[in-house]
């Protein structure tokens, strides 16, 4: 079975997606206490793990072995990012490989944390090597700790280097034009964000929950009002949604802001930021997506970069905190990536009620101040 997957795999026939993982990145240890702050009140008979835990990769690299999607999967083995790579995204890298400290708020250096950074980091540009290479259309990093947060001169949110911006970076430096990357984390991606700010090769586009500043690690606010400076004025577009916007809301989304803007920007490749906290049952957060919103998330991605990468995507995986959702979403994402025609997991949650009418209400609005504000949308 192995070396039928492996000639698969291989073949340019190959419709499936390439999975790009390394056990070493289940070495961070984020420890436990109350939420994500490590601290044990002295009151609470059971702590709980930190959310940024091994078990949810654990999960996910799971049921992409053993759930129905394997048959469509191909694996391969990360690696360490090179100090000279990193700094191609970050102004400079220091780490106490010891450990033992608090970065920021709920962010932990432990002793095997900076050798998980570097395979995250490493990891994720194996995969976007490998499709540039031309070996893949289909690479996903599945990769901890998560690095959407990370700005080029420090840390934030969990995250410790921005694999995502490293990744966008080598395909620039490798010939691409222009690149998309959509970011469907509930958290705004900052860190990406920062990094590209400046410029109008990358077209950065998040949809996170409304969350706002969350201190000095975090300055950006995520609102729609920070789109970028210099060259890059336009090119970073921010979609704050509202709690619970759920299913229909985010299809909305997707169809009035983030496809309009991808079909103008017209990228030659593109990426999709990953994080499973939107659902319905994360605890970082109250988006209240289920499995069908991810599918149709997936497709919408997919039919993008048929239509303008000549079908190549690299997925990169950030947050999602739910144990056992968070893998059943991941599942649901790459069924609707590999157009599936029918869904090959039930949705354990099986309904969940929404209401999109203010949803749609805020989309619109998001949808008129690009028009008018944002050089390259007007008229879309």
């Known amino acids: 079975m192995a070396a039928q997957l492996l000639s698969l795999s291989s073949s340019p026939?190959?419709?499936?997606?390439?999975?790009?993982?390394?056990e070493g990145m289940l070495k961070h240890d984020t420890g436990i206490g109350v939420f994500d702050s490590g601290?044990?009140?002295g009151f609470l008979e059971v702590l709980e793990k930190h959310p940024e835990n091994p078990d949810r990769v654990r999960n996910m690299l799971s049921i992409l072995k053993k759930g129905p999607l394997s048959p469509r999967i191909s694996w391969h083995s990360g690696r360490p990012a090179l100090i000279s790579e990193l700094l191609?995204?970050?102004?400079?890298?220091?780490?106490?490989r010891n450990g033992g400290k608090m970065i920021c708020a709920g962010t932990f250096l432990n002793s095997g944390s900076w050798e998980a950074a570097l395979l995250a980091a490493g990891t994720t540009l194996s995969a976007m090597k490998h499709i540039l290479d031309g070996h893949g259309k289909i690479a996903y990093a599945l990769v901890r700790p998560p690095g959407h947060h990370a700005q080029p001169?420090?840390?934030?949110?969990?995250?410790?280097?921005?694999?995502?911006?490293?990744?966008?970076?080598?395909?620039?430096?490798?010939?691409?034009?222009?690149?998309?990357?959509i970011d469907i984390d509930v958290h705004y991606g900052n860190g990406t964000a920062e990094g590209f700010y400046q410029s109008d090769k990358v077209l950065t586009i998040s949809l996170h929950m409304n969350h706002g500043s969350w201190g000095p690690s975090h300055p950006q606010s995520g609102s729609v009002d920070e789109l970028g400076v210099g060259d890059g004025f336009g090119y970073n577009l921010n979609i704050p949604l509202p709690n619970g916007t759920g299913d229909r809301g985010y299809e909305i989304a997707m169809t009035e802001l983030v496809v309009p803007a991808v079909q103008?920007?017209?990228?030659?490749m593109m990426v999709l930021v990953v994080g499973q906290d939107s659902s319905a049952f994360d605890p970082n957060?109250?988006?209240?997506?289920?499995?069908?919103?991810?599918?149709?998330?997936?497709?919408?991605?997919r039919s993008l970069s048929d239509m303008h990468t000549g079908g190549?995507?690299?997925?990169?995986q950030e947050g999602g905190y739910h144990v056992t959702y968070s893998a059943y979403c991941l599942h649901a994402t790459l069924e609707g990536v590999l157009n599936l025609p029918l869904p090959l997991l039930p949705d354990p949650i099986a309904y969940y009620p929404e209401d999109e009418a203010f949803a749609a209400e805020v989309i619109g609005s998001i949808k008129r101040y690009h028009r008018n504000i944002v050089p390259f949308m007007k008229g879309a």
């Open 13 to 22: 026939t190959f419709d499936g997606i390439h999975v790009f993982w390394h």
């Open 39 to 41: 601290i044990d009140p």
């Open 88 to 96: 191609t995204f970050h102004t400079s890298v220091e780490a106490d």
């Open 153 to 181: 001169t420090q840390a934030d949110g969990y995250c410790f280097l921005n694999n995502t911006g490293l990744a966008v970076q080598l395909a620039l430096d490798s010939g691409c034009k222009k690149v998309a990357v």
């Open 264 to 268: 103008k920007f017209q990228p030659d």
């Open 285 to 301: 957060g109250r988006q209240c997506l289920t499995m069908e919103g991810y599918r149709e998330i997936g497709r919408k991605i």
């Open 312 to 316: 190549r995507l690299l997925i990169v």
